[in-house]
């Protein structure tokens, strides 16, 4: 796992947007992961203006969801593929039918979570996916306990994580859904790249977590241990507990100018 520890967000920011611009470039067919929450906001900023400025195009790219609420009508504000559309695709050129997620407005729940997972694997799977992680240390929605080797599925959300959440409605913990369908840790963890971004100081203690390990199903953010290649992208304040990290500090600014993140 690589860890980078920059100034400020927006720093990290410069860093996710190069290697999802390398991978725009270099794939003729590039498929991102992308994940909601107010983490990757200034990724996605920067993959704006790069777009904006033609440095990159979104044009022969696939993105998928991590994870939708359930019962909140197409178009609902803080649906996730509303929230999406909102911060990134319909700022740039990817086309409008190129866009997945999973189907939380239908009973059938359990085969809409199947048909995601066939959707991720006719692609041939996701090369790039971005991460947050909650205050819980939850990937996606895989909440603590979530199995290491889950798939796409129901989960029902912790009030932790409802409490959190419901800073984007007023502030009203009711008007968050209880259920999700969320990629399940198995999922996420075959994605070619993982990129974990995460700032602030409400974030210290699972990244270090996280990070440290052990690798435990109270902490999903650990399951990164069982990937190839994971890289977290961290401000200084999310590092703030983190042992090592002058090491990590040192091997970032040291690293050969042809080996990316
Ligand atoms: C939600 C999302 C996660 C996200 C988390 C953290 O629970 N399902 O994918 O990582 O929020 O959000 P934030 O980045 O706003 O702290």
Redesign the pocket.
Same mark, same amino acid.
Do not use: E
């Given at each position: 796992m690589e860890i980078v520890i920059t100034p400020d967000p927006q720093a990290a920011a410069v860093v996710a947007a190069d290697a999802i611009e390398r991978l725009l470039l270099n794939n003729t067919e590039p498929v991102l992961g992308l994940?909601? /929450? #107010? #983490?990757p906001l200034p990724t996605y900023q920067e993959l704006i203006a790069r777009y904006r400025s033609g440095r990159i195009t979104f044009a022969n790219g696939r993105a998928f969801l991590?994870?939708e609420y359930v019962g909140l009508e197409v178009g609902h504000r803080e649906a996730y593929r509303t929230f999406i559309q909102r911060e990134l695709t319909d700022q740039v050129d990817l086309p409008a039918n190129a866009l997945f997620g999973p189907d939380g407005n239908t009973v059938e729940l359990a085969t809409a979570a199947e048909r995601y997972e066939q959707l991720i694997s006719d692609v041939g799977g996701i090369d790039l996916q971005l991460? /947050?992680? /909650?205050s819980d240390g939850?990937i /996606?929605?895989n909440e603590p306990t979530s199995s290491l080797g889950s798939r796409t599925r129901l989960k029902t959300l912790t009030d932790a994580?409802r409490t959190d959440?419901a800073r984007f409605s007023d502030d009203d913990i009711s008007a968050v859904p209880r259920h999700v369908l969320t990629q399940g840790i198995g999922t996420i963890l075959e994605a070619d790249h993982l990129i974990l971004l995460a700032s602030g100081a409400s974030k210290a203690r699972p990244i270090a977590q996280a990070v440290v390990g052990p690798l435990m199903a109270m902490m999903p953010a650990s399951a990164l241990h069982l990937h190839p290649h994971a890289t977290v992208i961290i401000d200084e304040a999310a590092a703030e507990e983190l042992s090592h990290s002058d090491y990590y500090r040192e091997a970032f600014a040291n690293k050969p100018a042809w080996q990316h993140i």
């Open positions: 994940a909601t /929450g #107010s #983490s991590l994870d991460l /947050g992680i /909650g939850h /996606g929605f994580t959440n």
